[in-house]
């Protein structure tokens, strides 16, 4: 239980740290980099300088998170960090869900992969269930709870769609967009 304290507290002081960092003049330097290297580098901005800088940062901040992944788990291996199916999680939660670019879109993509994985296939359960009460032919087993990775593909597939900036890009897009 105080590991779990201990590795949210971080968590938060990681994305606090973070978004400072943002929202500094350093973070401004790097958005003018990202845009136009060379017009930044006219204005006076060491380019490589800062590009190296926010390398180290990146650095510090996965060897942040893989130290807290460590004191979450009581292990830590390749299985754990290097697997095929945690890197396409971690690909799935930052661009499909969240949306490349912010922060907030990275919580708002684990938080609802998570909720997805672990909520997702007793909802399965319950619709199957109600389809076979209700007599319908083909539906419990479309619902059947053993398809919940088919019906969490299909709702990434849609939020690529109709979202192809991520949750935090589709609801920066609407509010930009005014009444």
């Not at 499909?96 to 990275?106: A, D, E, N, Q, T």
Request: charged share 10%.
């Amino acid at each position: 239980m105080l590991s779990y304290y201990l590795v949210f507290a971080c968590c938060a002081a990681l994305f606090l740290a973070l978004l400072r960092i943002v929202n500094s003049p350093f973070g401004r330097v790097l958005q003018a980099i990202r845009e136009n290297p060379f017009r930044a580098e006219a204005l006076g901005y060491r380019i490589v300088f800062h590009r190296t800088f926010a390398t180290c940062i990146a650095a510090a901040g996965a060897c942040a998170a893989g130290a807290l992944d460590a004191l979450w788990l009581h292990y830590t291996g390749p299985d754990t960090a290097l697997s095929f199916s945690i890197q396409i999680d971690v690909l799935v939660v930052v661009v499909v869900i969240g949306g490349m670019g912010s922060l907030y879109g990275s919580i708002a993509g684990a938080a609802l992969f998570v909720v997805a994985q672990n909520y997702l296939q007793a909802l399965m359960g319950k619709l199957s269930a109600g389809a076979a009460e209700a007599g319908l032919p083909l539906l419990p087993g479309l619902f059947h709870p053993d398809r919940w990775l088919l019906w969490l593909g299909l709702m990434f597939i849609l939020a690529v769609y109709f979202a192809p900036t991520g949750i935090v890009g589709a609801l920066r897009k609407r509010d930009d967009a005014g009444p």
